[in-house]
Nanobody
Framework: QVQLVESGGGLAQPGGSLRLSCAASGFTLENYNIGWFRQAPGKEREGVSCISSSDGSTYYADSVKNRFTISRDNAKNTVYLQMNSLKPEDTAVYYC??????????????WGQGIQVTVSS
């Protein structure tokens, strides 16, 4: 069964850090572009980062550039999103998904449950 499961979210203070994990099962993650998306209350879902299957190149939305880092551990079949210097506007439900391309847009398969990230003092 093809599945991606997000973990690592929670509550962080402004300026703090969190690391999200996206664990894959049922397929080999390095063979796909993997994107991180987020959806804040009342807003559309947006792609924030992506790592390419072909060469490992990365993409970041302007809103997270120089603060977030995406990486991939092929041995663990997991993609990570290290989030530093968090801001209240980073508060959202975060999702990972296989994407057709980077920058992330259309996904392959369906959305998972996502993981809540809340940045608040």
């Amino acid at each position: 069964q093809v599945q991606l499961v997000e973990s690592g979210g929670g509550l962080a203070q402004p300026g703090g850090s969190l690391r999200l994990s996206c664990a894959a099962s049922g397929f080999t993650l390095e063979n796909y572009n993997i994107g991180w998306f987020r959806q804040a209350p009342g807003k559309e879902r947006e792609g924030v980062s992506c790592i390419s299957s072909s060469d490992g190149s990365t993409y970041y939305a302007d809103s997270v550039k120089n603060r977030f880092t995406i990486s991939r551990d092929n041995a663990k079949n997991t993609v990570y999103l290290q989030m530093n210097s968090l801001k209240p506007e980073d508060t959202a439900v975060y999702y990972c998904a296989r994407t057709l391309r980077c920058p992330p847009n259309l996904i392959i398969g369906s959305w998972g449950q996502g993981i809540q990230v809340t940045v608040s003092s």
